[in-house]
């Protein structure tokens, strides 16, 4: 299968000549959504190749019972799947009664898919002569409307070429589907009502279990030659599918269209009983506006969108696309709008990982949300963890933590722990972290201190009671230890005094009572409040201190360098280049066994605490790390090449920064792990945004001053991207010969570019 066939450009994902080894990769490629939900893009009309059909709901998921050979006291009872839901974009074609159908076809030419994510919206076109030897020309363009957001859009355009036929649209819902992902092949949805009425149709279904209630509905309008005319359908209405027939003679090159408004209503936005009341009013609000002025719309919403989130690229097409194609989907997976929602890491395009929320948010994804939207989202996803405070306290309570000791989950929906593998679930623990180093990084690059009373002291202080307890003092040692860990490189598990998990535990605990201090002096009644609640003492403070002041770093003398984890230099040191490259990856190639046994890294993981921690080490420290570990990582998780792209850059290492973040940026677009699809990787796209941001353009927050140190890869022209720092927007323009500021805002900014102090006007261009 040739996986490098998406055409270079600027804008667009463009796929040209119809492959069926490529469809299911295309399928994620090409997926669309707008932050309530999200398709992989499928076929409209039906396809009996081999597909993997996916509409999803945000938010809306099913608690698959958890599947093990072996039960452990701890494990949850459910992995939290993200539930296909019902699908509505089906149509099917008949041409003089026989199915359009590509995997039958005698013959498709002239096959174009485009995904357009300057104006959001894709498209696809075809010639195809039938097993019945008519020729047609097929057309279709669809979206998910950003300002309809429970609407999504199809135009469907077909014309017989060499003779006049009988064409036959029959727009379909179908909630009669199954996840691709399923432990115990159960049914997850109740399909409980199914109405047609006048051209409108709505299925009513449930979930099981989680009782998720929704309304999948459709109406569509039909036409030849462009204008509108009326038809009567023949309604097809069965126990989980509705659909309505249109059929037309049409005569040959005559275009016959259908457009169909579809999209669902939920109960987490509408009451359960009015549903389709609901749908009723998104449809009339869709069908007035039409499908162009539907269209018009999503080109401004998402022309808005770009105004602050763009980064440009000249000289360099792949590396432009690779960004924009990052940028445009973290933006369809989350758009900041519902605190009750977060960034699953497969978004809208795939099941794997049960699309639920991982550390991925804290550790990777917030600084995009900070620096391209307004503070407030950056806030929702913080908040979003504050409200599952409780459920972590609980979780942790299983596995026998007590006195408000937190332990947030690897992966959840709803605050419940729901990952089912005994070395992630138990030992991952270095994710708690991520949630309390989110907290800093919000307050450092926002200047916002009033979430940390208000909600964010109280997450502090339940994970800092995590560590104190999770620690073990060692006799032999005199330090304490953390045992039983796995850290961010899952090629290891259950080893003890992972550096990076002992490293932010400490400054989780110092950065706890740190703050407890500042709300004390500067909020007291916030304090007073929060004291009562948690019932902490100086005594246990103290005990929390003596932990970090004690903590052991294992540290080999001879290399000068912090160990990844006890024992790792007693591995066989064989690096990435010296191996047999017919072994790659080793995570499909070789046996778990034999995985935990080599020196060979997922991703950063030592070299994650430097990325955090930057200002904790010198540069030369980054470096004899980075030299050490480096080259036995072999980047298999996507969150590595872009930890490794921005320490490159760091190091004056352009070339190695370079190729890391064509890796990072065009990860799913050249399939470099083998797995697109299965969906995309949506979480480590915000990390492709930092290997320019913070990599290339060297941003920094220090002493609540924006820095940079900007760099340009040799390859390219020039680039530029946007900060949105604390309501004032800078605009960032790197050249080989000088770089330039361009300041929105009402007043005077400091910036430190290189070291200097400068001062960027409003609409007035600074260079140096």
């Not at 409108?200 to 099981?208: D, G, N, P, R």
Request: aromatic share 14%.
């Amino acid at each position: 299968m040739n996986l490098d066939y998406i055409k270079p450009d600027n804008w667009s994902i463009i796929e040209e000549g119809f492959d069926p080894n490529t469809v299911k990769s295309s399928e994620s490629l090409f997926s669309i959504g707008n932050g309530a939900m999200g398709q992989r893009a499928n076929f409209e009309e039906h396809y009996s190749g081999k597909t993997f059909q996916g509409s999803y709901i945000a938010g809306v998921y099913y608690p698959d019972k958890t599947r093990v050979g072996w039960w452990k006291n701890g494990y949850p009872e459910y992995f939290a799947k993200v539930l296909n839901a019902p699908n509505w974009i089906g149509i099917n074609v008949k041409i003089n009664d026989e199915q359009l159908d590509l995997a039958t076809c005698k013959q498709v030419k002239d096959f174009r898919r485009e995904l357009n994510m300057k104006e959001g919206w894709l498209s696809r076109s075809f010639v195809a002569t039938m097993p019945n030897d008519i020729e047609v020309k097929v057309s279709a363009k669809r979206f998910l409307s950003l300002d309809l957001d429970e609407v999504g859009a199809i135009s469907y355009t077909i014309s017989p070429l060499n003779a006049a036929a009988e064409i036959v649209f029959e727009p379909y819902l179908d909630s009669g589907i199954t996840n691709e992902d399923t432990n115990w092949d159960d049914q997850f949805w109740d399909t409980y009502k199914v109405a047609q009425d006048n051209h409108q149709a709505f299925i009513l279904s449930k979930t099981m279990k989680t009782n998720f209630h929704t309304c999948t509905f459709m109406e569509s309008r039909i036409f030849i030659n462009g204008n509108p005319i009326s038809i009567d359908s023949n309604d097809i209405s069965e126990q989980t599918f509705a659909s309505f027939g249109y059929r037309h003679f049409v005569k040959q090159g005559e275009t016959y269209a259908i457009h169909k408004f579809a999209g669902y209503t939920v109960d987490r936005k509408h009451d359960k009983s009015k549903l389709v009341d609901a749908a009723k009013t998104a449809l009339f609000k869709a069908i007035t506006l039409g499908f162009d002025g539907l269209l018009d719309k999503q080109k401004q919403a998402w022309a808005n969108i770009w105004e602050k989130a763009d980064i440009t690229i000249n000289g360099d097409v792949k590396a432009q696309q690779g960004i924009r194609f990052n940028i445009f989907h973290l933006n369809q997976t989350y758009l900041g709008t519902d605190s009750s929602l977060n960034i699953g890491p497969k978004g809208f395009t795939g099941e794997k990982y049960g699309g639920s929320t991982y550390w991925d948010t804290e550790a990777y994804c917030i600084p995009f949300y900070m620096a391209t939207k307004d503070q407030k989202v950056a806030r929702n996803l913080l908040a979003y963890r504050y409200n599952h405070l409780e459920k972590a306290i609980e979780n942790a309570e299983k596995l026998g933590f007590k006195n408000g000791a937190a332990l947030y989950p690897m992966v959840t929906m709803n605050g419940e722990e729901c990952h089912n593998e005994w070395e992630i679930t138990f030992e991952e623990i270095h994710r708690n972290g991520a949630i309390a180093f989110a907290i800093y990084n919000y307050h450092r690059f926002t200047g916002d201190y009033s979430y940390i009373p208000e909600k964010g002291l109280e997450v502090l202080i339940g994970i800092a009671r995590f560590w104190h307890q999770r620690a073990t003092f060692s006799e032999a040692k005199n330090k304490y230890v953390i045992l039983g860990v796995t850290g961010p490189n899952e090629y290891e598990n259950n080893v003890n005094n992972n550096w990076y998990t002992n490293y932010i535990a400490k400054w989780c605990i110092n950065y706890a009572l740190e703050n407890i201090k500042l709300v004390e002096t500067d909020y007291s009644s916030d304090f007073t409040r929060i004291m009562n609640k948690v019932k902490l003492s100086q005594s246990e403070m103290e005990k929390w201190k003596a932990v970090a002041d004690q903590m052991y770093f294992p540290f080999d003398e001879e290399r000068n360098i912090y160990l990844q984890q006890d024992g790792f230099i007693d591995k066989e040191l064989v690096t990435v280049a010296d191996l047999d490259k017919t072994q790659r990856p080793i995570n499909q190639k070789w046996s778990w066994d034999r995985i935990l046994r080599s020196p060979y890294i997922k991703q950063a993981d030592t070299l994650q605490g430097f990325y955090f921690f930057e200002d904790h080490f010198t540069t030369e420290e980054l470096e004899r790390h980075f030299d050490f570990y480096e080259p036995f990582t072999v980047h298999e998780s996507s969150l590595s090449p872009c930890v490794h792209s921005i320490q490159a850059a760091k190091l004056d290492r352009m070339e190695q920064a370079y190729t890391f973040y064509l890796r990072t940026s065009r990860l799913d677009l050249d399939d470099y792990n083998k797995e697109v699809h299965e969906g995309l990787h949506i979480t480590s796209m915000a990390g492709t945004w930092m290997s320019i941001v913070e990599g290339f353009g060297g941003m920094r927050v220090k002493n609540n001053t924006l820095n940079f140190t900007p760099k340009i890869p040799k390859q390219w022209e020039d680039y530029s991207f946007k900060i949105n720092f604390r309501n004032q927007i800078v605009k960032v323009n790197v050249g080989h010969d000088k770089t330039s500021f361009e300041l929105e805002g009402d007043s005077d900014l400091e910036i430190v570019v290189n070291g200097k102090p400068i001062t960027v006007s409003p609409n007035q261009l600074t260079s140096v």
